[in-house]
């Protein structure tokens, strides 16, 4: 599963009628499977305690209508929604939307149990209540209505704020309505993995994880950390979500494919990709590194890149280059959905993060530099790795430039 996440209103028009087959032709070519449509729901704005303008998709004020916005004719939403849908499952992806258990507007319409406060900072939300009796019946009606639209999953906001046996329950009785259906869970904390895969869910974010290895390499730690957290996590290594961007996190300030193959190539777990990272945008004009989720500001690289989609044209020559090994690359991690892997850390002390991917037929080194200098070295392999992956190098040259990969067939 590779994921490409999209905030709605800041891609083309801000319109659902802005997706198309161009659109679609386009994320194939990057190996996409699933189009995560971030801020569908209806959520609150233009009250005093809205954060932004149109404020944050988070904070949901009506969990079975659409933002108005989105739509060409707001009074023809749903149907411009369902339509949206539809083209969608006829390129041959499917359709992952937002579902937050955790709280819902100030201001929200219905009768959803919450109490008068709010976790964090989250000042435009209130907790809902899920003591209640009442709760799980009204989340599973809600969810219902969105598979009922033809949704095929969701990205399940902050998971480890709601008891993990409410959310199995919640889980178990939709898989009666869509046996096949997606729950995504944004999990933080490695402890709770686990218990919340055993509840139902498919995927979790390995944040953690992946991610904050990735970045501790970054800042100069070892590369063994990758190395250990694949080990720790054995089993629960293929529902994980691995990601190097989202609209949580800060934009890489360049684009970084050391990371990205640490990420995507090193074993079989999903991919999540942010939109405009296949460009490299780093969100450099905004003083927290994130491209925000509460206003309407589209950054000129996701103005460039739509305009490239439909007309060819628009995106500068990096761009460019960027996002022509961004589809090379993604097409490879496609290709090797289900290879084995074999960690070469062990018996490469180069300071590289050195991984094999084979299949009995074909073998390919990885060699990832997290560095800001380039590095010559050979890579050795094993008898053992040898005698794996079928290959008869022992030792190879490899030349990396500064936080690169060179993949090489063995």
Not at 109 to 137: M, Q
């Amino acid at each position: 599963m590779i994921v490409y996440q999209v905030l709605t209103r800041l891609w083309g028009k801000g319109r659902f009628s802005d997706w198309n087959v161009k659109e679609f032709n386009y994320l194939k070519k990057l190996g996409v499977t699933h189009i995560w449509f971030t801020g569908i729901p209806r959520h609150a704005t233009g009250a005093p305690f809205v954060k932004g303008d149109p404020g944050s998709p988070y904070s949901i004020c009506d969990w079975y209508d659409v933002n108005p916005y989105l739509a060409d004719v707001p009074g023809n939403r749903m149907q411009e929604f369902r339509s949206l849908v539809d083209r969608v499952h006829s390129a041959g992806l499917k359709v992952i939307t937002d579902y937050i258990p955790n709280h819902v507007s100030p201001d929200y319409k219905g009768n959803l149990p919450r109490y008068d406060w709010c976790d964090f900072d989250w000042t435009d939300t209130r907790k809902v209540n899920w003591s209640d009796p009442a709760t799980l019946p009204q989340m599973i009606d809600i969810l219902s209505f969105w598979l009922a639209l033809g949704v095929d999953g969701f990205r399940c906001d902050m998971v480890e704020l709601v008891h993990v046996e409410q959310l199995g329950r919640l889980i178990s009785e939709l898989r009666k309505i869509k046996k096949d259906a997606v729950f995504i869970g944004e999990a933080y904390d490695f402890a709770n993995y686990r218990p919340y895969l055993d509840a139902g869910f498919d995927f979790l974010y390995d944040k953690s994880g992946e991610y904050d290895a990735v970045r501790s390499i970054n800042g100069g730690a070892p590369v063994t950390l990758l190395t250990s957290n694949w080990q720790r996590l054995q089993d629960m290594q293929p529902r994980m979500l691995n990601f190097l961007e989202n609209h949580d996190e800060e934009r890489l300030p360049r684009p970084d494919f050391a990371a990205l193959a640490a990420a995507a190539a090193f074993n079989n777990a999903s991919y999540l990709m942010y939109f405009g990272e296949e460009i490299g945008e780093s969100a450099s004009d905004e003083s927290n590194r994130r491209t925000s989720i509460f206003d309407q500001r589209q950054p000129e690289s996701i103005r460039r890149l739509c305009s490239w989609i439909r007309c060819a044209r628009g995106l500068e020559p990096g761009e460019k280059a960027t996002l022509e090994r961004y589809r090379n690359f993604m097409q490879m991690v496609a290709a090797i959905q289900g290879w084995k892997n074999y960690d070469l850390c062990w018996c490469n002390p180069c300071g590289l993060f050195t991984f094999l991917r084979y299949n009995g037929a074909e073998c390919l080194l990885f060699a990832c530099n997290f560095r800001d200098f380039a590095v010559d070295c050979e890579i050795f392999v094993p008898e053992d790795a040898r005698r794996l992956s079928g290959t008869s190098d022992s030792s190879l040259p490899v030349s990396v430039q500064p936080h690169d990969c060179c993949v090489i067939h063995c």
